[in-house]
């Protein structure tokens, strides 16, 4: 088997303030894949990355990437790892073509200006090279933030948030550099809040909550999982309990009775929603409106830490 180019074992964080923003996080990443951890603000995705890159220490577990412990040999390990941060911060007086050059100079490596320059052309930042950071705007500052990242050839890049608040264009255009730098061999360990990111970007996800990582697995499995819809129907007349002629549904009473809940698999044929309806009916509970959404993030993780302690 071929060792993972990241191994993380029994990682916990409690901050100074007494917060633990970490649990026990085990994780291997495969070399060549695309990791999306995925979790709420607050989940511990900044920290977990944060210790990975050597800006935050453990309170007790490892990590090692690509053979050198982060924390013994923390400047081997660093040299492989590129890391864009969730807050931009530059020098503002610097043009792009400094940054960027100066950048790979603190990882230790000789200049190469035909380096920077290929970067800064993928990266659509070539004409900007003699700008300075405070004349960008804040996407242009984002890609700067990449090509620094870059450039100092790291085997593992490390994207904390990238789209956040970013523009639909600058979102697709940093889809497609993040799966040519995957061709290229680099690994991508990506956070983010939108569903919809890890679903067209990963190969695997993570879902990280309250600094617990709560499952791991490959993005189709888990895409599966996502494919719940929830129906609710507006009740005629309050109920004070689910009759056990419905049980078969396994339906939720809400809003004091008026909201009968049923969640159903949108990727099955058979929705389980016409036999519903036609047993109320037989019944005779009368509903005086329904509709149907896609399960949020919030309703997974509520769904997935059920299961677990359902277990
Ligand atoms: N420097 C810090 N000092 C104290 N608490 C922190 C610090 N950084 C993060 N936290 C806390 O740790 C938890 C996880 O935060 P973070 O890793 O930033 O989550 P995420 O990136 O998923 O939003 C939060 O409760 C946050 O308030
Ligand atoms: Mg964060």
């Not at 081997?76 to 950048?103: M, N, W, Y």
């Not at 190469?112 to 320059?117: K, P, Q």
């Not at 990266?123 to 933030?145: F, N, Q, T, Y």
């Not at 037989?282 to 509903?287: E, K, M, P, S, V």
């Amino acid at each position: 088997m071929v060792p993972p180019v990241i191994s993380i074992r029994n990682l916990s964080k409690v901050y100074a303030g007494g917060d633990e923003a970490l649990r026990d996080v085990s994780l291997d990443i495969a070399r060549g894949e695309i990791f999306a951890l995925l979790g709420p603000n607050g989940a511990g995705k900044t920290t977990l990355i944060s210790i990975v890159c050597g800006i935050v220490t453990p309170t007790r577990g490892t990590v090692v990437a690509d053979g050198h412990d982060i924390v013994r040999d923390y400047r081997a390990a660093r040299r492989k790892i590129g890391l864009v941060p969730q807050e931009l911060h530059t020098d503002a007086f610097e043009t792009v073509l400094a940054t960027v050059r100066f950048s790979r100079g603190l990882f230790g490596r000789p200049p190469d200006d035909g380096f920077v320059e290929t970067l800064l052309k993928d990266l659509s930042l070539w004409d900007r090279r003699a700008s300075k950071m405070m004349e960008l705007s804040g996407g242009m500052k984002r890609r700067v933030m990449i090509a620094k990242a870059l450039s100092h050839e790291p085997d593992i890049l490390f994207l904390d948030e990238p789209t956040a608040g970013v523009d639909v264009e600058l979102r697709r255009d940093m889809w497609a550099l993040v799966r040519r730098l995957r061709d290229s061999g680099v690994t991508i360990i990506l956070t983010t809040h939108y569903i919809e990111e890890a679903q067209e970007m990963a190969d695997r996800v993570g879902v990280i909550s309250k600094g617990a990582l709560i499952l791991v697995e490959e993005k189709k499995a888990l895409m599966r999982k996502l494919g719940k819809k929830q129906l609710t129907l507006n009740l005629a007349e309050p109920m004070l309990r689910v009759p056990p002629e419905l049980a078969d549904w396994h339906l939720a009473l809400n809003a004091d009775g008026q909201e009968l809940l049923y969640v159903f698999d949108a990727n099955e044929e058979r929705t389980g929603i016409p036999s519903l309806l036609r047993r109320m009916s037989d019944l005779g509970i009368a509903f005086k409106d329904l509709h149907t959404r896609e399960s949020s993030l919030e309703d997974i993780f509520v769904g997935l830490v059920s299961t677990r302690s359902g277990q």
